[in-house]
């Protein structure tokens, strides 16, 4: 089998763009796959373009060594463009392997560990009474997870102050946390906008086991960071949706910095690199609570993933009470894994199980990229 062509596709889908990446052989078996630097599409669109020189004429069965040629093959290897790249065209690879042998793509990661895979909702309101009523929707349609967010009413204007954002946030979830009880996991994600300061700030104003989990409070570039906020409160953290590669995880795992592996398929390098990070994971006793913020192609690369590892816990998934944003079409993806409330099933078929409508394709990629926040003052900080 021959890799013939490989074809990029930044375009809009629902509320966003998605950029997604065809594989075609001599066989006629072709694979999908879907890359995850959003607001950057068009800059993986040229690095897929440029890979896509060398690995025509070669074989899509030999993966793994692709991979490390994708990643090795340049002097200034890695960093997040490159591997949301290798991402898409990665995953590409693994649908055909699974459509070549007749078997689902966790077939081919250990075989599935589990029948369906348990998801989280996220929701929120601009008042604690919003976020209850939210709450109690999401709990009623099927969930037992989620992520319950106090929209703070500046963001809308691009501005943000972190002491009054967390104010209101804890405020809201110790509200939340009273009326919906203990049996509820309760999480909170701030998008790295807060300082070590700050957010152990927000901690200390909550009640023990108001929250589950605090994911992405702070930057991840410095570790050291999260291990002096580690030392400031027991909050577990669920933290790696922006790591790059398996050598980004190395301090998080190693020195227990994170309680939950927020990996991301579609930008840590494709299902070849995350499936290191799972088993590494697993010898940390770190539960997977991956990123999935994209389109079907993602959640079926996620699932197969979930299905054959053993250390999972919840997949995000985009479609709950409060947040349908129309990026699981079922005009483009005709063929996708079954989502209910709580629950993703994949789908029985060989390769990943989903089907894109490539005529479907049609509407343009729409320049979108986030504007950074900016404080009172004028500064900026975090999108």
Not at 60 to 87: C, D, H, K, N
Not at 175 to 194: M, N, S, T
Not at 230 to 241: D, L
Request: charged share 25%.
């Amino acid at each position: 089998m021959k890799i013939t062509d490989i074809k990029p596709y930044p375009v809009w889908v629902g509320s966003r763009n998605q950029m997604l990446v065809k594989v075609e052989t001599d066989e006629g078996i072709y694979g999908w796959g879907e890359s995850g630097l959003s607001s950057r599409e068009l800059a993986v669109k040229g690095v897929v373009e440029h890979y896509r020189e060398f690995l025509v004429g070669r074989d899509p069965m030999q993966r793994g060594a692709l991979w490390q040629e994708m990643y090795r093959s340049q002097y200034f290897e890695g960093g997040r463009v490159l591997t949301a790249a290798i991402s898409a065209i990665d995953i590409a690879f693994y649908d055909i392997a699974g459509k070549k042998l007749g078997v689902p793509v966790y077939e081919l990661l250990g075989g599935k560990q589990r029948n369906w895979v348990p998801t989280f909702a996220t929701g929120g309101g601009d008042s604690p009474e919003e976020m209850i009523d939210v709450a109690q929707r999401i709990i009623a349609a099927g969930f037992d997870c989620f992520r319950l967010h106090r929209r703070y009413q500046a963001e809308k204007d691009h501005e943000y102050e972190p002491r009054e954002a967390i104010a209101l946030s804890a405020e809201g979830l110790i509200k939340a946390r009273e009326v919906l009880g203990l049996r509820p996991v309760i999480g909170y994600d701030f998008h790295h906008r807060l300082s070590v300061a700050e957010t152990a700030s927000f901690c200390q104003m909550m009640p023990s086991h108001t929250l589950d989990f605090l994911e992405e409070p702070i930057r991840d570039e410095s570790p050291e960071a999260y291990e002096s906020l580690r030392k400031m409160t027991p909050m577990p953290f669920a933290i790696g949706e922006e790591f790059a590669s398996k050598w980004q995880f190395l301090p998080y795992i190693e020195r227990g910095l994170t309680n939950y592996a927020r990996i991301d398929v579609c930008n840590i390098g494709g299902l070849t690199e995350a499936m290191k990070v799972v088993g590494w994971a697993e010898a940390h006793y770190i539960d997977l609570m991956p990123h999935n913020p994209l389109g079907p192609i993602c959640v079926a690369a996620t699932s197969h993933m979930a299905m054959a590892a053993a250390n999972f816990s919840w997949l995000e998934i985009r479609e709950s009470p409060g947040e349908e944003l129309g990026f699981y079409s079922k005009e483009i993806f005709p063929v996708q894994p079954e989502i209910v409330p709580g629950r993703v099933t994949v789908l029985d078929r060989p390769g990943l199980g989903v089907e894109v409508d490539e005529a479907s394709l049609t509407e343009p990629f729409r320049f979108s990229g986030n504007a950074p926040l900016r404080r009172k003052d004028g500064s900026k900080t975090n999108a």
